[in-house]
């Protein structure tokens, strides 16, 4: 025989293993709270906009077709630009002013750049444990880059638009999106494991489980017997027993 979805049996069995799907979920949402609060380590996010603008010396002298080009060229080089701002050659100058021991290696790993497409803005950022820290990496490497993109590209044209600002606000974990996910998942596995427990669970409790494991019909049934009616049955039975006993003695 086919075997059918009944949505009433699904809604049984998710009432009847609601304890277990509860505990599943509010404990994967306790684990992961517990992790976010107390195992890793917050990160904090700071940020240095670089305006890339036309030569300083040629300033006076472009007109607005002047300009126009001057722009393309200057968004033509963010791309480099980006690419020099995590450069050995920079970033070893960066950790050398810092004085703190941190390396170029690890700088390489906690700044990354964004630029906006059609624009002259590069943004440092940079993202560290410790807030401070995360703002004078940002405002440092900007500041080296800006000097040393004289010497490289010979040419003049970056100016520091934003220093970082310290942000208190970690950006990592993102506590509450966690727990969140973690509570959903949760709840997940618990009616998963509800599922797998009603389907290995090979007892059969009522008619139709039989009929429908056997594809027999039920033609009777044995009715569980209270056990306050059996003793009344056997009071009844001896206080029978005892007339007749009485009556054939009479």
Known sequence: MEETIDLKEIIQQLRKRLFLILAITIGAGILMALVSFFYLTPIYQSSTKLLINQTKGDQTTLNSSNLQS?????????????EIIKSASILDKVADKLGTGITSSQLNNEISIASTEN??????????????????????TAEVFQAEIVKIMKID???????????????????LMNITI????????????????HYFDRTLKTEKEIENELGLPVIGLISKIDESNVAEFKKGSSTRTAARSENFGS
């Open 182 to 197: 973690a509570l959903v998942v949760g709840l997940m596995v618990g009616i998963a494991v509800a599922f797998l427990l």
């Open 119 to 140: 624009s002259q803005v590069i943004t440092i950022v940079v993202q560290d444990a410790n807030p401070k820290q995360a703002a004078k990496i940002a405002d440092m």
């Open 157 to 175: 044209n970056v100016n520091i638009l934003d220093y970082a600002k310290v942000n208190h606000l970690p950006v990592k974990p993102r506590s």
């Open 70 to 82: 001057e722009v393309q060229g200057n968004l033509q080089l963010i791309d480099t630009y980006n």
